[in-house]
């Protein structure tokens, strides 16, 4: 049976409003060489949006290209394509994605052809691969790329060493480039406006983040957040748009905890809440819908995730500000979260799981993302010591449909709450079992 | 009388257990699954409501004063005179399946004497089975369908051994039929069958002076109504069991709660099946606390074993005979199904023994599940060691050696009616569960959605 | 010694798990020594501190993988595993810390396992620059190296001074002289120098003392020419790919009986990583950084800021005469698998022909890299090249 009424899904204000923001958005980028605006192709975690609107650029996200193609169901030939082309099989699929839908024609998610890149924006942030990448578009499209490397916290910290490396780097290697490419000059003043802008967005995101607190939760913290953090991973951090955006989602939100409501699913608004999760790790993408569906079928809302970090630590305390800029953007990129190390990534976890008072928590551990994937076995086993919580461990891909085995994931996470239903029944109604 | 139902669905056998009101074991049922997951799950249930009647009539026939003295050879003969008519009536469905089939056929002309080839295969058929379900006969298989393909086969290849259109002929209808009959279920006329099997059996010199109370037993436990209250559903297939959602538990939950049944200090259970490989933890209740499945990667289960056995052109069940041989181990690395193929080969062609390499083989096969069961957190005292492979003595010698080396002595259970223990797990949930006494499955119901498939 | 006394004692410090040659130096020395995992660490820091640094190239193709594989997904390579099983089974407890420089994801995020896993040991996770601006990255790098001093001194060793960072240099500058020549002899007589024995000597200068390696590689040169060993009718190739988890000596035994001399190569790649000598200098840090940023060879693991991709690979090719290239990296090795299109790319643009596979560093069949190899050689020498 399932948790949720039948009642058709009534579209949220705000998700009208990131339609238009996304349909706008591309079709600037669609018509950006005729308007002779400077195109940067560059990554979401680490992503320097704030700067590169400062310089009058528009950014390109190949990674949510690359999750676009695999809800329209395009990542399997993509991906094929590729490999066809010489990738390994054991390889990161969105690179593969990327290759691919440029070797098709760089058809974007709107159907319009995205623009080629004049600058690849290397904002090397917690991942390797994301080097390999933009080497390995270096060379389709023969452009010049910039390297930001930003040094990892394995000693989970930011040293003023690491912080100066960054913002050296900005000033020295980074801004100049984007200065010479775009034809403009970068008004610090102007930065810092995009970035207070930024703050204000990162302050109402945070405050739907802490709603997951309510009982029942008004948002799904992992499916229903990787759209709350559509516009602020984007291209649109720093601009109005998300401050409204973000003002129309708090609303929002705030509105359902006033109702008593839970989060709003592809089948309606979910009923009984019956289990709460914490979830680490990357969604799938390819059929992200009835990976979903697993969950709020079972009346599982998840109330925090990590993932929905991974381009901005806003919930532990850091918002971008105008003040010192470039030091700004520098603590951005090096706490976005597969930036931390395993130990500090366990700990905000456990967090997680005490804060939002969570049943328990899964893992889905994606096999094109070592970032993230290796060492969560060790993680899982960690987090059930300190938090005595059951956790659950499933694998899939981000957009690699052959990585994805529905009938295999939903054994194991019917196994996982009938689990937790059980060790539930033991602990709250005994008699139940008799 | 009161009774609660366990199903699993597994991806090879489909087995069901009857527990009393008690949580005592009434009956065990297995049947292969098949490509009708309803009717393999009914013919699981009957299976164990016969083995049921079976267990009772048992019990009765041994409490008689009268009978007590002749107990174990009459009850011997009932049951093997049961089976062949059950065998008998599915035989008939296939001969008139078949025969059936043959009519069209024969309007060809070469075919015309198709029916009558059939008509004489199925005779002779006949004539076999009544020996080979004497009390006495040496071991059969549990499936009608192995044992009539097996049947067929000898007579198709004696028939037509020189003659390979009509063979292919032949095998073609057999082919189609046996799916047929294999859609339907006859394991459902106990009082037929029993009622049969009495008279046969009276008949008999040895029980002509019980006759009264043979039949009188026979008759009370054929008259003995079954109430199932409630019915959980589990295993690999668990979501084509045609259940309503609240009567499905995982078979992580079933086997850990079965598990605990069987061997109630149990803390860590392992099972191999043929497609996954579980590791999971349960508590003094026998709730899963955590649990591990094996990846993508088939490494670890059953069908490496199968994938193995194929390439040595051996049957899976000598494999581990053949590695207890064993002298000298040699260390087989790739745990991947693929590799070891390859990894295999070359072995035996640096000349290196089979017994050795299928010794190595198993233990890399044991390594994985010590894998899972180290990401599960370890091995705990007890140790249940579950699923098919649990009858592999090479692969139970390699897991007692690895559990010592690497956690110390452990009591490690293997029951022989391992491959129960999801079935069990799941009766003991329907007794349990009590929202779900609410939902009584109708097992009637399922017949006749069965029929008008 | 004979060269098979040499290659001998070699291979026994290359199979030996136990690491005993680390204790006997440790209880000779009463000093301290600390781990590091491939592709690059400058081992000079480590030395001047006074301690051994023992380089962990995993856990090789014998070492039964019974606890390690528990930690990771069917989906990583295999070094971590063995890593790990070599940890958790107290093997590893001989070293007083351990290394872990950037190389990708996964030793990345095992330096973090190391930490949570080994409470009392040193952990460090060495992040080389991937800037190569002498004043950012240079500047970036040469704190990580004096962090790196700082926590080796405090773990017990001695204050690392100019003089003996400068000491160890003019040690590992002679070390990279005798491998260098080592290298040389290979490429110019390849049927002398047996791939097998220069990769055993590498193995052994990881676990060895400087000094005493640099001597054993002497000698080997100094012998080995003295052997009477036939040419064959191989064709001359460079080996790329196999930087961080390294295959099994069988396999590179297997390459070279398939017809291929292999002339250029990546395995155990941190002992070539710096081109030529570093420069004896009053800031020693500065010529270690300098080193790094402007005379270390291509490698996946580092970005490729100076060059066309591919431009190392190629020169290596023309400059020793190569006939083909032989793709050999690890399953699931991310930045070898990354980088391999363009290599390719780069390749198949100079008309230089080439073969690619994968491996693990415990794979057990080694006929169809042979046959792979095999018939690469046969097609080159039958039809040659460019």
């Known amino acids: 049976m399932s948790e949720v009424n039948d009642k058709s899904v009534e579209k949220e204000e705000s998700m009208l409003l990131q339609k238009q923001m996304i349909a706008d958005h591309f079709k600037a980028l669609s018509k950006a060489k005729e308007n002779n605006k400077k195109v940067v192709y560059t990554f979401v975690p680490g992503n320097l949006n704030e700067l590169i609107w400062a310089l009058d650029m528009l950014p390109v996200h190949p990674e949510i290209n690359a999750l676009q193609s695999a809800m329209r169901k395009k990542s399997g030939g993509y991906i094929l394509e590729a490999e066809k082309a010489g990738h390994s099989e054991d390889v990161c699929t969105y690179v593969k994605c990327d290759i691919g839908m440029m070797r098709r024609g760089n058809v974007g998610p709107t159907g319009d052809p995205l623009p080629e890149p004049d600058l690849l924006l290397l904002s090397y942030t917690g991942c390797f691969t994301f080097m390999k990448w933009f080497e390995l578009l270096k060379e389709e499209y023969n452009c010049p790329v910039v390297m930001l490397h930003v040094p990892y916290q394995a000693e989970g910290k930011v040293t003023p060493q690491m912080r100066d490396y960054v913002v050296k780097q900005l000033k020295e290697v980074v801004i100049p480039k984007m200065e010479e490419i775009s034809g403009n000059k970068l008004d610090l003043d102007r930065l810092g406006t995009f970035l207070e802008s930024s703050g204000r967005a990162e302050n109402d995101l945070v405050a739907v983040w802490e709603s997951a607190k309510n009982k029942p939760s008004p948002i799904d913290a992992y499916f229903g957040g990787v759209y709350y953090i559509g516009p602020i991973f984007s291209a649109f951090r720093g601009l109005p748009e998300a401050e409204i955006y973000y003002q129309t989602l708090r609303r929002e939100v705030e509105e359902r905890v006033r109702l008593g409501l839970g989060p709003v699913t592809p089948d309606g608004v979910m009923k009984q809440e019956k289990y709460r999760l914490v979830v680490e790790g990357p969604p799938n993408w390819t059929s992200f819908r009835e990976f979903w569906k697993m969950f709020y079928d079972e009346g599982a809302v998840v109330v925090g995730s990590t993932y929905t970090k991974v381009g901005g630590y806003y919930s532990e305390g850091f918002r971008h500000s105008g003040k010192y800029p470039l030091e700004s953007l520098a603590e951005y990129c090096l706490g976005c979260y597969t930036n931390h190390n395993l130990s500090d990534r366990v700990g905000i976890l456990e967090k997680y799981i005490k804060d939002y008072d969570a049943d328990g928590f899964v893992i889905n551990s994606i096999k094109s993302c070592n970032s993230f994937s290796a060492g969560q076995l060790m993680m899982l086993r960690e987090l059930e010591n300190r938090t005595g919580r059951a956790g659950g461990f499933i694998e899939s891909d981000l957009v690699d449909p052959r990585y994805f085995s529905a009938a295999n994931i939903k054994n194991r996470l019917e196994s996982y709450f009938q689990m937790v239903e059980a060790k539930r029944g033991g602990r709250r109604a005994p008699e139940s079992t008799l | 009388m009161d009774c609660y139902i366990g199903i699993d669905l597994g991806s090879t056998t489909t087995k069901a257990i009857y527990i009393d009101a008690d949580e005592k074991i009434l009956g065990r049922g297995i049947t292969n699954s098949r490509s009708n997951y309803d009717i393999a799950c009914q013919v699981a249930s009957e299976e164990a409501e016969i083995n049921s009647r079976f267990a009772l009539l048992k019990r009765w026939v041994q409490a008689d004063v009268t009978l007590k003295a002749v107990s174990e050879e009459l009850l011997a003969w009932l049951e093997a005179k049961y089976k062949l008519a059950q065998h008998l009536k599915q035989l008939t469905a296939l001969t008139e399946t078949c025969l059936a089939d043959a009519e069209e056929v024969k309007q060809a002309k070469e075919w015309s004497h198709v029916p009558k080839l059939l008509d004489q295969i199925f005779a002779q058929m006949r004539t076999e089975a009544v020996e080979i379900f004497l009390p006495n006969a040496k071991s059969r298989s549990d499936f009608f369908r192995d044992m009539a393909s097996s049947g067929f086969m000898a007579h198709v290849e004696a028939l037509a051994k020189n003659d390979s259109k009509l063979f292919d002929k032949l095998i073609a209808i057999y082919d189609r039929a046996i799916l047929k009959v294999e859609s339907r279920s006859y394991a459902s006329g106990f009082d037929e069958y029993i009622q049969w099997a009495c008279e046969e059996v009276v008949r008999l010199p040895q029980f002509k002076k019980y006759e009264a109370q043979v039949r009188e037993v026979t008759s009370r436990v054929s008259a003995l109504e079954f109430n199932p209250l409630n019915t959980i559903g589990t295993g690999y297939g668990r979501q084509r069991l045609p259940f309503p959602k609240e009567q499905i538990r995982s078979e992580i939950l079933c086997h850990g709660l079965g598990a605990h049944y069987m061997f109630p200090n149990t803390r860590t259970v392992l099972d191999i099946g043929g497609q996954d490989t579980k590791a999971i933890q349960v508590d003094a209740e026998g709730i899963v606390t955590n649990f591990q499945m094996n990846d993508r990667c088939a490494a670890g289960c059953g069908r490496y074993l199968g994938y193995i056995a194929d390439e040595m052109n051996m049957g899976v069940h000598e494999l581990g005979p053949m590695a207890m041989k064993s002298h000298k181990q040699v260390k087989i690395n790739s745990t991947c199904t693929v590799f070891a193929g390859t990894e295999l080969r070359e072995r035996l062609s640096l000349g290196e023994k089979r017994e050795d390499i299928l010794a190595g083989l198993h233990r890399a096969m044991i390594l994985r599940a010590m894998s899972l069961l180290a990401r599960s957190g370890g091995i705990d005292d007890e140790f249940t060691f579950t699923g098919g492979v649990a009858k592999n003595q090479a692969a139970v010698t390699a897991l007692k050696k690895l559990v010592e080396e690497n956690y110390g002595t452990r009591i490690l259970n293997i029951s022989p009616d391992s491959i129960y223990t999801g079935a069990l797990g799941a009766a003991l949930f329907a007794k349990r569960d009590r929202s779900g006494e609410m939902a009584k499955l109708d097992l009637s119901k399922l017949t006749k959605k069965v029929a008008s498939h | ?386």
């Open chain 3, 1 to 386: 010694m004979s060269v098979k006394q040499i290659i001998d004692e070699c291979e026994r410090l290359f199979n030996d798990l136990d690491f005993s040659y680390v204790k006997e130096w440790k209880k000779r020395t009463g000093k301290k020594a600390v781990g590091f995992m491939p592709v690059y660490v400058p081992r000079e820091v480590i030395h001047a501190a006074g301690m051994l640094p023992v380089g962990i190239m995993g856990g090789g193709a014998d070492l039964e993988i019974i606890k390690g594989d528990a930690y990771f997904q069917s989906y990583i390579c295999h070094i971590p595993r063995s890593t790990i099983e070599l940890g958790v089974s107290g093997k590893l407890n001989v070293l007083d810390g351990m290394l872990f420089p950037a190389i990708c994801d996964v030793i990345r995020n095992l330096s973090g396992m190391w930490q949570m896993l080994f409470k009392d040991k040193y952990v460090k996770y060495l992040d080389l620059p991937q800037n190569f601006d002498k004043t950012i990255g240079g500047e970036f790098y040469k704190f990580e190296m004096r962090t790196l001093a700082e926590d080796l001194a405090h773990l017990g060793g001695e204050p690392v001074t100019a003089d003996h960072l400068n000491r160890s240099i003019q040690l590992y500058n002679d070390n990279r002289r005798a491998i260098a020549d080592l290298y040389k002899l290979r490429a110019e007589q390849p049927h002398l120098v047996m791939t097998s024995e220069a990769y055993l000597l590498l193995r052994a200068g990881i676990v060895m003392d400087v000094e005493e390696h640099t001597q054993l590689v002497r000698r080997y040169l100094h012998d080995v020419t003295k052997e009477k060993r036939h040419k064959m009718d191989n064709i001359r190739v460079v080996v790329s790919g196999a930087f961080c988890e390294q295959p099994p000596l069988a396999l590179i035994k297997g390459l070279e009986q398939s017809g291929c001399y292999i002339v250029e190569d990546d395995w155990v790649l941190g002992a070539r990583y710096i081109e030529g000598d570093v420069q004896l200098a009053a800031d020693p840090y500065e010529s270690l950084a300098q080193a790094y940023l402007f005379h270390a060879v291509a490698n996946a693991s580092k970005y490729e800021d100076q060059h066309e991709k591919g431009a190392f690979l190629v020169d290596q090719v023309r400059r020793l005469k190569a006939e083909g290239v032989i793709f050999c990296a690890p399953s699931f090795c991310d930045p070898a698998l990354l980088e391999r299109p363009m290599l390719a790319d780069a390749l198949t643009r100079e008309k230089i022909p080439y073969t690619s596979f994968n491996y693990s560093e415990n794979t057990g069949q080694f006929s169809v890299f042979k046959e792979q190899t095999g018939t690469f050689a046969d097609s080159i020498k039958l039809w040659g090249h460019s």
